[in-house]
């Protein structure tokens, strides 16, 4: 699993989804994973909020990629 740096609110998230432009769909915070959010993504297809991607991590899980 993917995390990245939520800029504007400071902290790690888990990438559950991406779009095939590469825009965050879903994300879980570490600590509750079970919480699924859904960041608003532009007209072009980006993130409207800033992430920057800063790895993976390994999970058990499996997520697939949407639209």
């Known amino acids: 699993m993917k995390q990245a ?3 504007e609110r400071k902290r790690i998230i888990n990438i559950v ?3 095939r432009q590469g825009a965050i ?5 570490p600590n509750k994973p079970n ?3 859904f960041p ?3 007209e ?6 800033q992430f920057n991607i800063i790895g993976k991590v390994k ?3 499996k997520h697939e990629e949407c639209f």
């Open 5 to 7: 740096y939520d800029v």
């Open 17 to 19: 989804a991406m779009t």
């Open 25 to 29: 769909s879903q994300y879980s915070l």
């Open 35 to 37: 919480q699924i959010f």
């Open 40 to 42: 608003l993504i532009g």
């Open 44 to 49: 072009d297809g980006k993130n409207i909020e």
């Open 59 to 61: 999970s058990t899980e």
